[in-house]
């Protein structure tokens, strides 16, 4: 192993770990959720393990239990999860030399803070390799399987999270991570056109399609925006070179 990738399995490690802590009270809570919706642990623990997409857990395990028509489960769950589609489009160029199968198997443990992790790391001019990706994605998986047994388990001796604030973690994590992306061209705009339209479309289409719909937003807005001088020039390098 050369000292590039062990510095790489590293890096990827301690950033997982970093979001396997801020996401640890809601695998937890859908564990806890789970149970109290009629499922076992066993069942809660393969939800997670095969679906693995927090929010629509939980937008899921909640449909279970009102006996809902199985069709408007997965159109639920597909609304959350939409904006995964935006992610691995915008992560597609720096994945481009791995094969398929190690694309399929990366990006089926990609969530939120994975994809700006990736997207910060290419941002910075340094390969995303294959084994980066899924040391950072198991960093994160495993640990959400484990405590959604946890959950599972011991859940009811927790109670309510937000009475004891920890329910602010990965909101507070997911913050930081849209922050971390305040240098980028038109930043500000895309960010304010995805909450006006995240809260317009909770207000009058409702719940779970305020994710996309918001994300849908900032898209549009962003597509819209001209690209400034900094984004222009590697572009136009290339051009000059190719000529």
């Known amino acids: ?104 198997t990366s990006l089926f443990l990609l969530t939120d803070p994975q994809f700006a992790e990736t997207a910060r790391r290419a941002d910075a001019g340094l390969r995303v390799s294959y084994i980066w990706l899924m040391v950072l994605g198991f960093s994160v998986y495993v640990p959400w399987l484990c405590l959604t047994v946890v959950g599972g388990l011991l859940g009811n001796l927790i109670g309510d999270p ?23 061209a038109n930043w500000l705009p895309v960010v304010l056109a995805s909450g006006v339209g995240s809260v317009l479309a909770m207000h009058f289409v409702g719940s779970p399609w305020h994710v996309s719909l918001g994300a849908l937003a900032g898209v549009a807005v962003a597509a819209l925006l001209p690209l400034d001088k900094e984004d222009e020039a590697p572009a136009g390098t290339v051009a000059e070179g190719e000529a």
């Open 162 to 184: 937000r009475a004891i604030g920890i329910d602010v973690l990965l909101p507070v994590y997911f913050m930081g991570l849209v922050m971390g992306f305040r240098s980028r």
């Open 1 to 104: 192993m050369t000292p590039e990738t062990k510095e790489e399995i590293r890096d990827a490690f301690r950033r997982g770990i970093a979001v396997a802590i801020a996401a640890s009270p809601f695998a937890v809570l859908f564990g806890a959720v789970s149970i109290d919706n009629g499922l076992t642990v066993a069942e809660a623990t393969l939800m997670s393990a095969t679906l693995y997409a927090g929010a629509s857990q939980l937008v899921g395990v909640e449909l279970f239990n009102h006996h809902v028509a199985p069709w408007l489960v997965v159109l639920s769950i597909f609304a959350v999860n939409f904006r995964h589609v935006l992610y691995s489009a915008a992560i597609a160029p720096h994945i481009r030399h791995l094969t398929f199968w190690q694309k399929a």
